[in-house]
T-cell receptor
């Protein structure tokens, strides 16, 4: 039973290019979360999606960033016109149910991350 | 905004020593999770604590959730080099979908 699969694991882009990061959740998981981790920083929530719906994108920068989780295929985090400050590790996590007040029973499983370097 | 402060930020010890790392907040969390992250990998869940005052043991690791559900600690007995990693705590507020993460404690256990 494969875990959360992220690709590419490493991505190098020049300023102004586009970056596309893909995430396939665990089998049976329909909830996907994207987090960003900067050096010596904690993981910061970006966006929460269910199939075909964005539930909470309050952690996403208003410009250049977008996310989707189509009915078929992986979730995609897209960064347009990348800048050096976008260099970070981007982690995807999935869960079988959304986090709720019974979160003791809901577990996030993280992927190994995609490391974006902007030159 | 809910914040989690972890201390110490860095910890380097010798194999066989005991250690405690802390996770503190001024906010109440409905649950708190501890993760371990190794270089180049994603965080891996160690434990979830839900009830104030709860203590959970995982082999040589002991996790405690404060009575007021604002803080937590992780104690490792007889640390081993394999315990080396970044230990992250993450709190869930209960009313939204986000986990709030601390910045982590980077533990190095030297043989």
């Amino acid at each position: 039973n494969a875990g959360v699969m992220q690709n590419p694991r490493h991505l190098v882009r020049r300023r102004g290019q586009e970056a596309r990061l893909r995430c396939s959740p665990m089998k049976g998981h329909s909830h996907v979360y994207w987090y960003r981790q900067l050096p010596e920083e904690g993981l910061k929530f970006m966006v929460y999606l269910q199939k075909e719906n964005i539930i909470d994108e309050s952690g996403m920068p208003k410009e250049r960033f977008s996310a989707e989780f189509p009915k078929e295929g992986p979730s995609i985090l897209r960064i347009q016109q990348v800048v050096r400050g976008d260099s970070a590790a981007y982690f995807c996590a999935s869960s079988p149910r959304g986090l709720s007040s019974n979160s003791g029973a809901n577990v996030l499983t993280f992927g190994a991350g995609s490391r974006l370097t902007v030159l | 905004t809910q914040l989690l402060e972890q201390s110490p930020q860095f910890l380097s010890i010798q194999e066989g020593e005991n250690l405690t790392v802390y996770c503190n907040s001024s906010s109440v969390f409905s649950s708190l999770q501890w993760y371990r992250q190794e270089p180049g990998e994603g965080p891996v869940l160690l434990v979830t604590v839900v009830t104030g005052g709860e203590v959970k043991k995982l082999k040589r690791l002991t996790f405690q959730f404060g009575d007021a559900r604002k803080d937590s600690s992780l104690h490792i007995t007889a640390a081993q080099p394999g315990d080396t990693g970044l230990y992250l705590c993450a709190g869930h507020g209960g009313s939204n979908y986000k986990l709030t993460f601390g910045k982590g404690t980077l533990l190095t256990v030297n043989p």
